[in-house]
């Protein structure tokens, strides 16, 4: 087992490298690091090596890892499904929501994020593969809800986020990511403050960054693979 150190300079050089392959030296490419399904010791472990920011899927789970962690100052991003039921606890804790797609969720975060706190910071998840199963929103409807958003004051919109569909074929991943780009580059010229597009895992980080992604979201290349722990 490689530890999380190692496996994180790993990782820095891979973004390293590809920003280089596709001119993006001058770029930051923010590392969201995804501990789903990893202890609170391994996030201590990551905290160790120098990430502060975590993702993670199951509001529960985050929830008791946030307090076990209570004593780091960490950046929490929720990148799971919302039910919107469960607003609350999300607005409250986290700094980031990635995985906004409906209406409904964004007028339920914007009225339960609390008002000593900084608005919420936000990306419009979107589905660039076309699968059914895949959520997120489909891309002819991103400009509405984008425009929607702006009316909620405790809401600021940062940008874009996809999941692809899995493939190891470099030229889908790219096509993927590229779909995710030019939607982005579109909503700029209409909100220019947008600086978030969130897209790029272990697998496909590489196409992300050849495609204008400025925050990758990484699990099991820093973790190892989840079925393993
Ligand atoms: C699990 C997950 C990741 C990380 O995936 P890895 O393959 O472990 O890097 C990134 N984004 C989302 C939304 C995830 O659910």
Redesign the pocket.
């Known amino acids: 087992m490689m530890s999380i150190a190692t496996n994180l300079q790993q990782v820095r050089q891979r973004i390293e490298t590809a920003k280089q392959q596709y001119g993006r030296v001058a770029d930051t490419v923010k590392l969201l690091a995804?501990s789903?399904q990893q202890p609170a010791a391994a996030i201590r472990e990551a905290y160790a090596a120098g990430l502060y920011a975590f993702?993670e899927?199951y509001l529960q789970e985050a929830l008791l890892k946030q307090k076990q962690l209570q004593d780091l100052a960490l950046e929490w991003h929720y990148?799971g499904s919302i039910q919107t039921n469960k607003a609350a606890l999300l607005a409250e804790n986290f700094t980031w929501v990635h995985t906004l797609s409906r209406l409904k969720e964004a007028e339920k975060l914007n009225l339960k994020r609390p008002v000593h706190l900084p608005p919420l910071n936000c990306c419009i998840q979107v589905n660039v593969s076309y699968e059914d199963s895949k959520s997120g929103l489909a891309p002819k409807d991103v400009a509405l809800l984008a425009e929607q958003i702006q009316a909620y004051p405790h809401l600021r919109l940062r940008g874009l986020m996809a999941?692809p569909a899995y493939t190891l074929d470099f030229n889908s991943q790219r096509q993927q990511c590229h779909a995710l780009l030019s939607l982005y580059l579109e909503l700029r010229k209409t909100y220019p403050e947008l600086d978030t597009l969130s897209v790029g895992?272990?697998?496909d980080l590489e196409a992300a960054i050849a495609e204008g992604a400025t925050l990758v979201?990484?699990?099991?290349?820093i973790f190892g693979s989840?079925e393993e722990t």
């Not at 979201?217 to 290349?221: F, H, N, S």
């Open positions: 995804v789903k993702g899927n990148i999941i895992m272990s697998n979201r990484i699990g099991q290349a989840r």
